[in-house]
């Protein structure tokens, strides 16, 4: 039998080292095998750039993070803004999650301020749950699997949904231990601290991501810097008992406390 697999599934190159990477790396030191894909090529992340030229770039800076991650980086499907929950690209992703055939998924937050964010949910959700579904054909053809599969949703990036309002975490998971290998993954996206730093006036891309970790910590009332998340209802995926996070991390995952008060404002 070989190893438990985990699979992060994003939208854009930075996605996963911003909300994800911690969790993930810790259960990669827990024996699983680690697999990652953003849909997108984030070919629009640039002021200066043109699209194939910032794809490139981005590519190259994803396996860069990818390595340092200890994952395989699996290509991207679509270009930004061209997520959408679409019968082709659905049979593309679905093709993969079979390819990978995960134990755990861990995916975006179907409530957030960005389409591409929560489209990219969606399809991370229906690919799992069509991976037994002989009938459901992909692109390529690909046989059908068997398994349980555990759906985690990560926290949106900023902690909250369209309107600003709080997206609560089901647990929070420990990241302290990996974090500086959290921020070395995140600081190979060079380019995205310049774009970031410009078209939304971060102050500093690495300080965010420590500073909404600090926040999802604080709501676990036990960790320093945490990573917040909810669990995917188990119809279709997996029995009611199976919870592969909290088995192989045991003491780092904590419930997380009840919703704070107020808007997200980090």
């Known amino acids: ?101 995960p134990t755990v998924l861990l995916t975006q937050s179907p409530a957030d301020y960005m389409e591409d964010h929560m489209i990219t949910s969606r399809l991370a959700v229906t690919a799992a749950f069509s991976r037994g579904m002989r009938n459901f054909i992909t692109d390529p053809e690909t046989a059908p699997v068997t398994g349980d599969v555990a759906l985690y949703h990560a926290l949106p990036y900023g902690l909250g949904d369209g309107f600003g309002r ?15 290998r959290k921020r070395a993954a995140l600081a190979c996206h060079r380019s995205q601290k310049e774009w970031l730093d410009t078209s939304q006036g971060l102050d500093s891309y690495l300080v965010t991501m420590e500073d909404m970790c600090r926040e999802a910590g604080r709501w676990s009332g036990r960790f320093n810097f945490a990573e917040g998340w909810r669990r995917h209802a188990h119809l279709g995926f997996h029995d009611p008992g199976f919870d592969p996070i909290a088995a192989a991390l045991g003491q780092r995952v904590g419930i997380a406390l009840a919703e704070p008060a107020g808007r997200c404002g980090l």
């Open 166 to 180: 709080p997206v609560r975490p089901d647990f929070c998971v420990d990241v302290e231990s990996v974090l500086a």
């Open 1 to 101: 039998m070989g190893k438990p697999v985990a699979f992060a599934v994003a939208a854009h190159p930075d996605d996963i080292e911003f909300m994800m990477s911690g969790t993930l790396m810790l259960l990669g030191g827990c024996g699983f095998e680690l697999h990652v894909m953003n849909v997108a090529n984030g070919n629009c992340g640039s002021a200066v750039e043109d699209g194939p030229a910032t794809a490139a770039r981005r590519l190259g800076e994803a396996h860069e993070a990818a390595a340092a991650m200890g994952a395989t980086l699996h290509p991207p499907l679509a270009n930004d803004l061209e997520i959408l929950y679409s019968l082709p690209l659905l049979r593309r992703l679905a093709a993969v999650l079979r390819e990978v055939r």
